[in-house]
Structure formats: C-alpha cells, structure tokens
C-alpha cells in the first residue's frame, strides 16, 4: 500500500496550491479520503475528507470556503485545492485512506505560507 502525496512548497500569503495524493496497492474506490495537516508544535488536525463515491465532503472550519477537496477515482488520486493561503496554514500536509477497521497514511508533505 502507497500513498504518495505531491504538490507542496513555499508560497506567500493570498496564493494557491494543489496538493496530490496517488493512491497504490488497495481498492481506492472503497475508501474514504481525508487531508490532515499537523504544523510546527501543534496536534494533528483533519483538514478535508471526501466519501468513497465522491459525494460527500467535510471541511474543517478554518478552511471552508477556501479549500477543496476532490478525487479521480480512475486515477486513484485525491486532491486537495487550497487557496488564499494563510500563514497559519503552514503545515505538513498527509493524505489518508480510510475503510474501517484499515486506515493508511501518506509520508506527507510540507506547505509553507510566507507573510
């Protein structure tokens, strides 16, 4: 099982980024996807989850209205569209795959937003 999560990197405060999570090695249609970020000092938190079918997203309130999530089940990849960054929105960012009782995380990736 692999969960490879892509799109990361620095930007300023006000800009987007794509983050990408291709999914290998289990039955990615079955699953529920979720984004949780964990920034510096802080717990992690569940940022975005989207239904196996693609019907049904939740969104953390601090990022309502700003992100996005989606997924390509012929591409076995969930995304998550994250605009008018903030600084506190600085974090490492994991894409993860949930069908009870089996969970599997990504190794993640950084998102950094300057100031």
């Known amino acids: 099982v692999q969960l490879v999560e892509s799109g990361g990197g620095l930007v300023q405060a006000g800009g987007s980024l794509r983050l990408s999570c291709v999914a290998s090695?289990?039955?990615?249609?079955?699953?529920?996807m979720s984004w949780y970020r964990q920034g510096p000092g802080k717990d992690r938190e569940l940022v975005a989850g989207i239904a196996s079918g693609g019907g049904s997203t939740n969104y953390a309130d601090s990022v309502k209205g700003r992100f996005t999530i989606s997924r390509d089940n012929a591409k076995n990849t969930v995304y998550l569209h994250m605009n008018s960054l903030k600084p506190k929105d600085t974090a490492v960012y994991y894409c993860?795959?949930?069908?009870?009782?089996?969970?599997?995380w990504g190794q993640g990736t950084q998102v950094t937003v300057s100031s």
């Open positions: 993860t795959a949930r069908n009870w009782p089996l969970q599997y």
């Open positions: 090695g289990f039955t990615f249609i079955r699953y529920n």
